[in-house]
């Protein structure tokens, strides 16, 4: 792996705590990642949202920025960057991600409908079932096999969205890029064009809070976009589906902050009414003015590709180093995480006692590294513990610190314990969910 494409100019110290102030603190977090305190994580893996570290240039806009209520200067040059590369008229900030996702799921979504997408992110669920619809994963069945090295496993399944289509009311279809829910897996863009084709009229709207590492993967991945700009495949990826929602707190390398685009206007209306509701004037989506030009800065360097290949990079060498210490993998590496097999990892735990939030706690209490789970509890989903890594934030020593933990804690798998389940909220519940020691 090459060296970063950028020099340390701020620094952050980190402690690891003592393993008995591990021990305590993961028990004190009810065995839930999520509720573990900042101060007591030495390295922090948990989301890779919302956790990059700034640069130079976004580091100034945090003091330079005109503050105004409405219109405000960085509020113009955030859409002319959106609109340079993503190419839709109508761009609407928004505070994140999943403000987006509520919005078009109020225009679009109702009672008893379905909802067609590779494998939708637990906020996107919760929004599609919270206005009364049902999320539909249809992503490809090689998706579902952790051991098959296929290049494109966020692709969705077109005949079983063909099918759903014939038998139900689908108004909207998502997709996913990458597919976070399932090993962060690259969409091709035959199969973004082809599932435009498919939903004929319905609108196809995408997920893309990772679109620079998706057209970073097809062109590492596909032979006929091998020599294509980033920039060129992110442009032909967004005119082939009618608008996107993107958290830019991923590939936007901010801290805060996402969008709704489209190029339909009669939408753009509806959007532009419920963002002045619930987010705030629509020129800023309830942002402050820095935040905007953080995020502007942001999505131009992120297109970079000396940034895109050690970001990329990153997330292949912990996976590399994992799989020859012989740790359970899902493969191919994606773009943003590394996703362990907790329940071939642990085999003895059984699925109802919680393999993932077990290992994940394991690997919290051997080194003071916090991860997070996929697979929510009380469903049938496959229980991963997802290693994301934030951007521009931790080295290749920090990493092989991570790669030492997870092979102590496979040394002596025969000795973790599952978890009972204590309690769970009603939506996204892997985030605050309780557990105690089975």
């Not at 110290?13 to 305190?37: D, G, M, V």
């Not at 294509?228 to 805060?256: A, N, P, Q």
């Not at 902050?257 to 959007?271: P, S, V, Y």
């Amino acid at each position: 792996m090459p060296p970063e494409p950028y020099r340390t100019r701020v620094i952050e110290s980190i402690r690891l705590p003592s393993l008995k102030e591990r021990e305590q603190a993961i028990e004190t977090a009810f065995f839930n990642p999520h509720l573990l305190p900042a101060d007591d994580v030495y390295i922090d893996l948990l989301s890779d949202s919302g956790t990059s570290a700034l640069s130079a240039a976004q580091l100034a806009a945090l003091v330079a920025e005109d503050e105004s209520f409405a219109f405000q200067k960085s509020y113009s040059e955030f859409v002319e960057t959106v609109r340079s590369l993503f190419g839709f008229k109508y761009v609407f900030p928004v505070h994140q991600g999943r403000a987006g996702e509520h919005i078009l799921c109020n225009l679009f979504v109702e009672k008893g409908c379905s909802v067609p997408s590779n494998t939708h992110y637990a906020t996107t669920r919760a929004n599609v079932q919270y206005f009364g619809g049902v999320p539909a994963d249809l992503v490809i069945q090689e998706a579902y096999d952790p051991q098959i090295d296929h290049p494109f496993k966020g692709n969705v399944d077109l005949a079983r969205v063909r099918e759903l289509i014939r038998q139900r009311r689908v108004p909207i279809g998502f997709l996913t890029i990458t597919n976070n829910s399932l090993g962060s897996q690259p969409v091709s863009l035959e199969n973004i064009r082809a599932y435009r084709e498919l939903m004929d009229r319905i609108p196809v709207y995408l997920d893309a809070c990772r679109f620079a590492e998706n057209a970073w993967l097809i062109k590492q991945r596909d032979a006929q976009y091998g020599d294509w700009s980033i920039r060129d495949i992110i442009k032909k990826t967004f005119s082939e589906i009618d608008g996107c929602i993107v958290s830019g707190k991923k590939d936007g390398l901010s801290h805060i902050g996402g969008f709704i685009a489209t190029n339909d206007e009669k939408i753009a209306r509806k959007i532009e009414d419920l963002v002045l509701l619930i987010e705030g004037f629509h020129t800023h989506g309830g942002l402050a003015g820095r935040d905007l030009k953080v995020l502007s800065i942001g999505l131009q360097e992120v297109v970079e590709e000396s940034c895109l290949s050690s970001r990329v990079g990153q997330v292949s060498y912990l996976f590399e180093r994992l799989k020859k210490k012989g740790i359970p993998l899902y493969c191919p590496p994606g773009g943003n995480a590394v996703f362990i097999d907790a329940e071939t990892f642990l085999p003895h735990i059984p699925s109802e006692n919680f393999p993932g939030f077990a290992l994940a706690s394991e690997i919290y209490t051997a080194g003071g590294v916090r991860t997070a789970t996929t697979g929510l509890p009380g469903d049938q989903a496959p229980q991963f513990v997802r290693i994301s890594i934030p951007r521009r934030v931790y080295s290749s020593s920090h990493l092989d610190w991570v790669i030492g933990v997870v092979h102590e804690v496979h040394d002596k798998r025969e000795k973790v314990r599952g978890l009972r389940l204590l309690w769970k909220p009603a939506h996204l519940a892997h985030y605050v969910a309780r557990f105690a020691r089975a």
